[in-house]
């Protein structure tokens, strides 16, 4: 797909398809008016007649409208004009984009980035504009024989701006959408893969590719040897139950000065959790294979700075182990010592998330990192607390956590903080062993940060949890690329503020 931005009045615009907004009840955006007066009220006499009284989502497509140079208009509801807010603006965005797919458009110029969002700037407009032109049209036929492809798919959206002097502004609203939109792809893609394909050597494989496609990544891949020696041993005994030979994938992006303290991203990449010997029940196991998305979150985010060419430097640490039942599987009871020393009482082995990215998380002291950034489908309990809408966020310095709530406002990509009060910590005590892995079943996304919160006291640190947001159960269930951009909004703030 290609954007651009692009300031001019609708009437002039030879295009397949103009889209413009309609307002409830039956008022018309500024850009419709001027089409409507142009073509002698042709709109307006449709919305009169009651064809469309603008409520959200609804569309009328209009062809061949007098004395204008476009062959359709594609009116969409945009509801009540003062309650345009952000999730309106993407929903209306996204019908938008599905339409102009379906009817063979190819191209369109589409002025509801003019639209007035409560509270947004044209910037955010235009960028969310391409992420959501993007998201909607996003498909996953790679494993099928025969391809369910559009036959005149979209393949260029201009977008409209109100004035000249948004331009520039605009243009790099358009690349910062493209490359999320990109990173967001990457997340996907690995996501939407079985884990049969998408193995830990798969993904050391996508860590490779992208320190080939960009010359400021450098990609280096931790066998199973490597990790015995720098004492893994907590990791390994996740790996160990799996045929699949566990890998820890370092992408190591220098877009900033040569000693500038890294910002390090953690990613649990998980390819297929069974549960191991506390196996999982068989209804929906399938979904597991999406453990790895917090991984898929990192790749997306590296191939997003690396395309807009931050000015930071960026570590992404993806450890890569499936989770099964096997007779050299972790049993119940088990005691590992993991890299920091701390040995673990490994009371369910379906508690694995943690067992892998604790080792990670040590060997990125080496780093000296400036901030520490883990993401994660750590537990089942996140779903249930908040459900698919933000992520959790837990940490050990409040101003972090701080940048990551607004960068998930900023972003649409939203987080919500819950508490990580000493108190908790008792919940994970253990009589044989300094830690055990599960805290009982009592506030279950709290007690796994509190497990990892003893692997980061030497850094600024945050955890999120996306077991709720990476990815949509049910009939279209699909990987969603989250938390690419919120972690892009995060990075790009960051250089923003230095
Ligand atoms: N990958 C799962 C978490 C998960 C479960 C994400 C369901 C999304 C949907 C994780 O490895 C896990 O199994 N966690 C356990 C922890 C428990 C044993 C303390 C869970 O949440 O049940
Ligand atoms: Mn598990
Ligand atoms: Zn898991």
Redesign the pocket.
């Known amino acids: 797909m290609e954007f651009t931005a692009k300031s001019g009045n609708p009437e002039k615009q030879r295009t397949a398809c103009v889209v413009v907004g309609v307002f409830e009840t039956r008022r018309i955006s500024t850009v419709a008016e001027q089409l409507d007066q142009l073509s002698d009220g042709f709109i307006s006499n449709l919305i009169r007649r009651g064809d469309m009284d603008g409520k959200i989502g609804q569309t009328l497509l209009l062809h061949s409208v007098p004395n204008t140079l476009c062959d359709r208009i594609l009116l969409v509801g945009c509801g009540r004009e003062r309650e345009l807010h952000d999730a309106q603006y993407r929903q209306i965005i996204a019908k938008s984009a599905t339409i102009l797919n379906e009817i063979g458009a190819m191209e369109a110029v589409c002025y509801l980035t003019e639209l007035h969002v409560k509270g947004r700037d044209n910037h955010w407009n235009v960028r969310q504009a391409v992420e959501t032109f993007a998201d909607s049209l996003y498909t996953f036929e790679q494993l099928k024989s025969k391809k369910d492809t559009t036959r005149r798919p979209l393949r260029k959206v201009t977008l409209g701006i109100a004035s000249r002097r948004d331009l520039a502004d605009s243009e790099a609203a358009v690349k910062e959408g493209l490359a999320i939109a990109h990173g967001v792809t990457l997340a996907k893609d690995l996501g939407n893969l079985p884990g049969n394909i998408c193995t830990p050597s798969y993904l050391a494989d996508v860590g490779m590719a992208l320190g080939k496609e960009y010359n400021s990544i450098t990609t280096e891949i931790l066998e199973a040897a490597d990790m015995e020696k720098l004492g893994m041993g907590s990791l390994l005994s996740v790996a160990r139950g799996s045929r699949e030979p566990a890998k820890l994938i370092i992408m190591d992006y220098k877009g900033g000065k040569a000693d500038e303290k890294p910002i390090v991203l953690v990613g649990k990449g998980?390819t297929f959790?069974a549960?191991?010997i506390s196996l999982?029940p068989a209804a929906a196991m399938d979904e597991?294979k999406y453990?790895m998305c917090g991984g898929a979150s990192v790749f997306g985010t590296m191939k997003a700075i690396a395309e807009l060419n931050l000015p930071i430097n960026v570590i992404g640490v993806v450890p890569a182990s499936e989770?099964m039942p096997d007779g050299a599987a972790n049993k119940p009871g088990d005691v590992v010592t993991s890299m920091s020393g701390q040995t673990i009482e490994i009371l369910n082995t379906?508690?694995?998330?943690r067992l892998i990215l604790c080792d990670a998380l040590t060997y990125v002291e080496k780093y000296e990192p400036d901030t520490v950034i883990d993401i994660a489908t750590l537990t089942g309990a996140c779903v249930v607390a908040l459900g698919k809408h933000a992520s959790g966020l837990l940490g050990n310095h409040s101003p972090l956590i701080h940048d990551l709530l607004n960068a998930g406002k900023s972003s649409g990509d939203r987080v919500w903080e819950l508490p990580l009060w000493e108190e908790y910590q008792e919940q994970i005590k253990s009589p044989f062993a300094d830690i055990a892995n599960v805290g009982g079943k009592e506030a279950g996304t709290i007690t796994a940060a509190c497990f990892l919160s003893r692997f980061t006291k030497k850094f600024q640190w945050a955890h999120l949890d996306i077991a709720g947001t990476a990815w949509r159960s049910g009939d279209k269930k699909s990987a969603t690329g989250r938390p690419v951009p919120l972690l892009t909004q995060y990075l790009l703030d960051r250089c923003a503020n230095k």
Not at 350 to 353: I, K, N
Request: aromatic residues 0%.
């Open positions: 998980l959790d549960g191991g999982k597991m453990d989770n379906d508690a694995e998330g």
